[in-house]
């Protein structure tokens, strides 16, 4: 029986009730999947080669169901960016159509923030700001720097004048400055690339959620936990939903 005041072994046997398999196991294949390009297929066979007999479909359901949660419990751990904001959209197909993924970098390519939106506009614009504002790492920022969509000076322009962003904040629109955040955009193509779309704007939100948790792990973003170390990164991942990596 489970002790009501032993909080962390209810948050475990919640994350993991009814699983099949081991919470190692299910954060294994999470965490290779969101950082990799392979298919779901592809990590069924890896899984296989390791002893572990799963389903693709059931690798589906985990993503679905702790890509986003981790995203969601990594923001706390996150080390501060600075106020050079470089923004810019880059598209996503989902169920055949193109949709809008607004990301911000910092002068660093430090992640931001991100919002899959369905419209390209000055509300799409303003949704992402307010979103990446909100965050615990960001700062109101110094400059902002975009390209020439006509959406972001009038979302700007509405924001200062609700006092929801700095009046001195500054923006830039000038392509070449924003190469930073263009680049940035490449990791996120060449992850969607073998899932060939998404089936749903949900399943889109949720699986880019975990896309971009796991590159600011692997950006270094995560206090104490190296970019490049994948033993600190293991044991960061499963600290988080209670698991001893």
């Known amino acids: 029986m489970i002790c009501p005041g032993n909080g962390q072994r209810v948050r475990r046997v919640a994350d993991f009730k009814g699983r099949h398999f081991t919470g190692e196991v299910i954060l294994w294949a999470v965490r290779w999947y969101l950082m990799f390009p392979i298919s779901y297929r592809d990590l069924e066979l890896m899984l296989a080669d390791r002893g572990v007999v799963v389903d693709h479909t059931t690798i589906f359901r985990w993503i679905q169901t702790y890509a986003a949660e981790l995203e969601k419990r990594l923001r706390p751990h996150l080390r501060s960016c600075n106020g050079s904001w470089r923004v810019d959209e880059t ?130 973003q995560v206090r104490k936990v190296g970019g490049r170390d994948m033993k600190a990164q293991t044991a960061f991942v499963a600290e988080l939903f209670d698991l001893a990596a």
């Open 91 to 220: 598209y996503i197909k989902i169920k055949g159509r193109w949709t809008y993924l607004y990301r911000a970098v910092d002068r660093y390519g430090q992640t931001i923030d991100f919002l899959l939106s369905a419209r390209r506009d000055a509300a799409a614009a303003k949704r992402f700001f307010r979103k990446a504002l909100g965050q615990p790492h960001t700062v109101n920022p110094r400059t902002i720097t975009v390209d020439k969509n006509a959406a972001y000076p009038k979302a700007v322009a509405d924001m200062k004048g609700a006092g929801e962003l700095w009046r001195r904040t500054k923006l830039r629109q000038c392509k070449y400055l924003n190469n930073i955040v263009e680049q940035d955009h490449r990791r996120i193509k060449r992850l969607t690339g073998p899932g060939l779309g998404f089936g749903s704007f949900r399943t889109a939100r949720r699986t880019l959620a975990g896309y971009e948790a796991m590159a600011m792990v692997r950006k270094g």
